[in-house]
C-alpha cells in the first residue's frame, strides 16, 4: 500500500519561502511520477507541480518561477520549494503519486484526472 506523508507547511508573510516535503513508502522502484495539488477554501483542487521519474518537471502558470519541485530517489522524498510567496498561495496541499502518471497533467494520467495515490494535505497561509 502507496503512503504519502507531507511536512513543513505552516504561516508565512508575502514574499516569504516555505519548503514542503513528501516522503514515500509502499513503491518498489523510482519510475513513478509524483507532485503537488493545491485547495483553497471556496476553490477547486488545481495541480501546481509535477515531476516524471525521468527529472523533468511541469508547473501551474500561476507558480512559474517561484515553485520549484525536486526529488530524491533514494530516499524516495520529493519537495517543493516556495518563494516569493503570496496570499492568493494560502490552501490546503497535497502530495500525489501515481506509478503511470503524466507530470504535465500533475500525476495525473489525463488532463483533468486524478493521481491515484493522495497524501492527507498540509496548510499553507500566507499572510499580506
Known amino acids: 500500500q502507496v503512503q504519502l506523508v507531507e511536512s513543513g507547511g505552516g504561516s508565512v508573510q508575502a514574499g516569504g519561502s516555505l519548503r514542503l516535503s513528501c516522503a514515500a513508502s509502499?513503491?518498489?522502484?523510482?519510475?513513478?511520477?509524483m507532485g503537488w495539488f493545491r485547495q483553497a477554501p471556496g476553490k477547486e483542487r488545481e495541480g501546481v507541480a509535477g515531476?516524471?521519474?525521468?527529472?523533468?518537471?511541469s508547473y501551474a502558470d500561476s507558480v512559474k518561477g517561484r515553485f520549484t519541485i525536486s526529488k530524491d530517489n533514494a530516499k524516495r522524498t520529493h519537495h517543493l520549494q516556495m518563494n516569493s510567496l503570496k496570499p492568493e498561495d494560502t490552501a490546503m496541499y497535497y502530495c500525489?503519486?501515481?506509478?503511470?502518471?503524466?507530470?504535465?497533467?500533475?500525476?495525473?494520467?489525463?488532463?483533468?484526472?486524478?493521481?491515484?495515490?493522495w497524501g492527507q494535505g498540509t496548510q499553507v497561509t500566507v499572510s499580506s
Open positions: 509502499g513503491y518498489t522502484g523510482s519510475s513513478v511520477c
Open positions: 500525489v503519486s501515481d506509478l503511470l502518471g503524466d507530470a504535465r497533467y500533475t500525476c495525473a494520467r489525463t488532463a483533468g484526472g486524478r493521481p491515484r495515490f
Open positions: 515531476i516524471a521519474s525521468d527529472g523533468s518537471t
